[in-house]
């Protein structure tokens, strides 16, 4: 089915989390008619040109032939149209030929580039964490040399740090990286499941590595970060030989068969260093911060995609007599109907989570003051892991629905609701799976301030409920809005009592509370900045706000109370219990 930008609920989404007081105060060349503009064009360039290969993209896949990897049909030919038109350089600094637009501004159009082509836009989406990378810890050489051509889109980026033996535990980064005598290094091992680590949409690859330095303390504290391009570049950026690594083979994935992931060797490959020795995880985390976010974005997108299709679905299968349509469209089964407007409840309220996120970057570095700017910081360090899980989980379900929705046919390829399923898969599994984003929001971002920036949230939301409850319509958005703040509260003092192995048990029921409460929070917020529109778009976004509301909100209470039982049979089952 084809594809069209939601230009109209991004556009909202960005108002209501702050962005046009972001573009007034560091932006005051940009106003909401040019947002809208960029937009536009971004989402017309995904309806044309990636979306009618999201099809052919899954169906023939990234080829690996003769050591060679080549991206799927039509799709070195989309990159470098997207390049062209410069969607790779939304919000890189303009020294380095960026244009310099806001985060948040570069999420909402790239949430449509996934939502069009998810395989396509993980090439584009990491190449922006090779930039922020650089850009914070790389020297001016590579600045200089490196900057320019990633962020035109000539050159592309990736991201190495899973090895056979390292997944999540990095510490366990075997990879080495030995001084080569002249001020640089040579990079000796295997990387796995590396996105877009080799393909010829552009003509170099800027691998950015984890590895250890001969005296590089164990664990953690001993990996640094090394740039190893795939071909060597002179001290003018001029492209020479191929380096000593290549890809040894291409993974056979459950989705996203358009997007190359590779086996990566590195066989004494030159590399430089980027950053402090044995400082670079935290260096690689700038990176990673960046792509966690991309990857909630990604769970809002595909949702976004799979909600369309089975709604315009639901518009033409005819089957039984349906309740609330005289002409036998399943979309007026009462049944149908509440999983199309479930769906598109949460598709809204994750896309709100991860612009407000995205705003919160941006003021992050904007803000007038250096206390309004750590305050941003804060924010945005507690909303990252939930906008990563809470949106790629929503991701996964609203795909699966999408898939139910279709029923029978929902299960044949030929209607590609299947793909959507399959590809929405992985969102909850890569950078840092969402058992990972849990318990760092529980081990680090709640405890921040001994809890004073959940504290914050939590007061702004209490002020929304109470707006709510006072508006026509939404007494009881505001009345469940309420219930569920204060049962976030509750689960947040029990979990900053109980420190250790029982936060971590329930780190996951924690995150999902979190993310239902402030998605309805958001959710809240559009339905007021719209109440008395007497368009049919404005009014949905009561009934949405209502539905969610009865739906999910009215749950929070019993998830706190799961929340505050801690480990308990957790710690005392054991696996030979569970077997069969």
């Not at 994935?253 to 590399?271: D, N, Q, R, Y």
């Not at 009014?539 to 706190?560: D, H, T």
Request: hydrophobic residues 45%; proline residues 4%; negative net charge.
């Amino acid at each position: 089915m084809t594809f069209r930008a939601p230009v109209r609920d991004l556009m909202l989404a960005l108002r209501t989390a702050g962005h046009p007081a972001l573009l007034q105060a560091g932006f005051p060349e940009l106003d909401e008619d040019t947002v809208a503009a960029v937009l536009e064009a971004a989402g017309s360039f995904a309806q044309e040109e990636l979306a009618p290969l999201n099809r052919q993209g899954d169906q023939a896949g990234a080829r690996f032939e003769n050591g060679r990897v080549y991206a799927a049909p039509g799709f070195a030919d989309a990159y470098r149209a997207f390049v062209a038109a410069g969607w790779n350089s939304l919000s890189a600094d303009p020294e380095h030929g960026g244009q310099g637009l806001t985060k948040a501004m570069e999420l909402a159009v790239f949430e449509m580039v996934h939502a069009a082509n998810m395989a396509f836009g993980l090439c584009p989406m990491l190449t922006q964490g090779a930039i922020e990378a650089l850009h914070l810890h790389g020297t001016e050489r590579q600045k200089r040399v490196f900057l320019p051509k990633l962020v035109s889109g000539e050159w592309t980026g990736t991201m190495n740090l899973t090895e056979p033996q390292a997944g999540s535990d990095l510490a366990a980064v075997a990879t080495r990286a030995e001084p080569d005598g002249e001020g640089g290094y040579r990079l000796t091992g295997q990387k796995i499941f590396i996105t877009w680590g080799d393909h010829d949409a552009a003509d170099n690859i800027c691998h950015l590595v984890l590895a250890r330095l001969p005296d590089a303390p164990p664990g953690v504290k001993g990996i640094s970060l090394f740039l190893a391009p795939k071909r060597l570049v002179d001290v003018d950026g001029n492209l020479g030989a191929e380096n000593d690594l290549r890809a040894g083979s291409i993974e056979h994935k459950l989705g996203i068969h358009g997007s190359p992931t590779c086996v990566m060797l590195f066989e004494g490959a030159k590399a430089e260093l980027v950053g402090q020795a044995n400082n670079g995880l935290a260096h690689m985390f700038t990176m990673m911060n960046a792509a966690r976010l991309q990857v909630g974005v990604e769970g809002v997108a595909i949702a976004e995609r799979a909600f369309q299709q089975a709604l315009a679905y639901a518009q033409e299968r005819r089957q039984g007599r349906a309740a609330w349509a005289s002409d036998g469209a399943i979309f007026g089964h009462p049944d149908v109907r509440r999983m199309l407007m479930l769906m598109k409840a949460k598709i809204e309220a994750a896309r709100g989570i991860c612009l407000l996120t995205g705003v919160q970057a941006d003021l992050a570095r904007l803000a007038a003051t250096e206390a309004q700017r750590t305050t941003a910081r804060q924010r945005q360090e507690l909303l990252t892991p939930i906008a990563k899980a809470w949106s790629t989980d929503i991701g996964v379900e609203v795909a699966s629905l999408g898939v139910q929705v279709h029923g029978g046919m929902g299960f044949i390829e030929e209607t590609g609701a299947a793909q959507h399923y399959r590809d929405a898969r992985i969102a909850p599994i890569y950078e840092g799976t969402n058992g990972i984003q849990a318990i760092d929001l529980v081990g680090r971002k709640v405890p921040m301030e001994d809890g004073a920036v959940m504290d914050a949230l939590c007061a702004e939301m209490h002020a929304c409920a109470a707006e709510l409850q006072g508006a026509a319509g939404l007494e009881a958005v505001g009345a469940r809005l309420e219930a569920g703040v204060a049962a976030l509260e509750r689960a947040t003092d029990w979990l900053l009592a109980h420190r250790g192995t029982e936060a971590l048990a329930v780190a996951t029921p924690y995150l999902k509370l979190a993310g239902d409460v402030i998605g309805g929070w958001v959710l809240g917020k559009q339905a007021l900045a719209l109440a008395g529109g007497d368009d049919d778009w404005s009014r949905s976004k009561g009934a949405l706000a209502r539905l969610y509301a009865g739906q999910v909100l009215a749950q929070a209470p019993g998830l706190a109370d799961g929340v505050m039982d801690g480990a308990g049979d957790l710690v005392a089952v054991s696996a030979a219990a569970l077997g069969a």
